[in-house]
């Protein structure tokens, strides 16, 4: 059964830290890039970092300088580092693997930031 096992999510206050991670089974292999999606209530989902197969990656605006995705060959996945986190870092994070065609998502992990 192909899957994401995601972890790292957590209450934390701004200013502070987690480290999200995200595992894909043996069955998927990423043809095009693996990172993550957020999604908070009453908004769009949101596309916050991802890293493609020849090592690129690209953030959204709001996390540059304080998020870095990074690949895990070991575990076939990615992990993210989030500094500096803000209330509205808020969110259920999602892991999304992307094929050529589709892809592939997380059942997500919640990060809460207090003020």
């Known amino acids: 059964q192909v899957q994401l096992a995601e972890s790292g999510g957590g209450f934390v206050q701004a200013g502070g830290s987690l480290r999200l991670s995200c595992a894909a089974s043996?069955?998927?292999?990423?043809?095009?890039?693996m990172g993550w999606y957020r999604q908070a209530p009453g908004k769009a989902r949101e596309r916050v970092a991802f890293i493609s197969t020849g090592g690129t990656t690209t953030y959204a605006d709001s996390v540059k300088g304080r998020f870095t995705i990074s690949r895990d060959n070991a575990k076939n996945g990615v992990d993210l580092q989030m500094n500096s986190l803000k209330p509205e870092d808020t969110g259920t994070y999602l892991c999304r693997v992307e094929l050529w065609r589709g892809g592939y998502w997380g059942q997500g992990t919640q990060v809460t930031v207090s003020s």
């Open positions: 043996r069955g998927i292999y990423v043809e095009k890039a």
